[in-house]
């Protein structure tokens, strides 16, 4: 029986010692079940924005402020003769890409529609993009220079290339919403009786047609953009490419078109206009707004829309004659 007893006793023990551990715990309260003690309340302080409050806005104007204060640093530093002068170039690329990107912040990534934006704004958010493109695509060439003497990797070469293409995105991005608002704004011109930009009707036409011979290639527009820069110093102000949404609501096939804002009889319409008949590039020149067909004077490159064809053919649109 003692042996038994024995045999068995640290099972009772662990047993017995379970049980008391057991009522103690239940008598005591807990420290999860607590009640919290109340804390004394304290002056509100500001709530701290999260990482997906902080806007595009905030996060631009935190560059802007970074690269300005990156400038200032170098400078001090090329005037100590610590840093040279191409350290200081690239910190005033550096400022003016984020200066850039601060206005496309403000314009195109802040979500707001074509239609609360002004021209004004809409030609600063079209010449942030267009810089960026151009300070890309030296720095690419620079690149290039560098690889080919063995000074930067080849994945180095494809990021800078990667980032141009994205710029270019965006700048073609840029481009359709200008021409929204450009198109919107002529809209609400015509609707308050704004006639100033239509044409005589006794002495010209609505639009100019002509009908070249050869095929319009996109590829031929880099160009035409060239040469127009070295003729007015300036970018051609190229609207639209290809189709897009305004297009597509009206109803014209716009595929493989290149739509340029221009007067037709202003000097740089008329040097577009002879430039394309030189090499029989056909194009539609809009001297007015016209419903269904065009929001605004501009040149259209490339051959007609069939549906602006038939509108044309149907006697929809008064005093058209092809001219040459």
Not at 199 to 225: C, H, M, Q, V, W
Request: hydrophobic share 35%; glycine share 4%; with cysteine.
């Amino acid at each position: 029986m003692c042996k038994r007893v024995c045999r068995h006793s640290p099972k009772l023990l662990f047993c017995f010692l379970v049980v008391c551990f057991s009522v103690r715990g239940q008598n005591a309260p807990s420290a999860q079940t607590a009640p919290a003690k109340p804390q004394k309340p304290r002056d509100s302080a500001p709530v701290q924005p999260s990482v997906e409050d902080f806007s595009s806005d905030a996060a631009s104007k935190a560059a802007l402020e970074k690269a300005q204060e990156n400038l200032a640093h170098v400078q001090a530093l090329v005037a100590a003769g610590q840093k040279s002068q191409h350290d200081l170039e690239e910190a005033q690329t550096q400022l003016a890409d984020a200066q850039d990107e601060e206005t496309l912040a403000r314009t195109l990534y802040s979500g707001r529609p074509a239609q609360d934006m002004t021209p004004e704004e809409a030609q600063s958010m079209l010449a942030a993009a267009r810089n960026r493109v151009d300070r890309q695509t030296k720095r690419v060439a620079a690149d290039k220079v560098l690889r080919r003497k063995g000074h930067l990797t080849r994945s180095q070469l494809a990021d800078s290339e990667a980032e141009l293409q994205a710029r270019e995105r965006v700048l073609s991005l840029v481009e359709q919403r200008v021409w929204q608002i450009e198109q919107l704004t002529a809209m609400a011109s015509q609707e308050d009786g704004d006639t100033a930009g239509a044409p005589d009707s006794d002495t010209t036409s609505p639009i100019i047609r002509y009908d070249g011979t050869a095929l319009f290639n996109l590829r031929e527009l880099r160009g035409l953009e060239r040469s127009y820069q070295n003729q007015f110093h300036e970018r051609l102000p190229v609207s639209a490419i290809g189709q897009t949404r305004l297009h597509s609501s009206l109803g014209l096939n716009h595929r493989g078109r290149v739509d340029v804002a221009l007067n037709p009889d202003c000097p740089e319409g008329v040097w577009l206009r002879q430039y394309l008949e030189d090499r029989h590039i056909p194009y539609l020149a809009f001297r007015c707004a016209i419903r269904g067909a065009a929001t605004a004077p501009h040149i259209h490159i490339g051959p007609e829309s069939s549906r602006l064809r038939v509108i044309r053919r149907s006697g929809s649109l008064k005093r058209v004659r092809a001219l040459r």
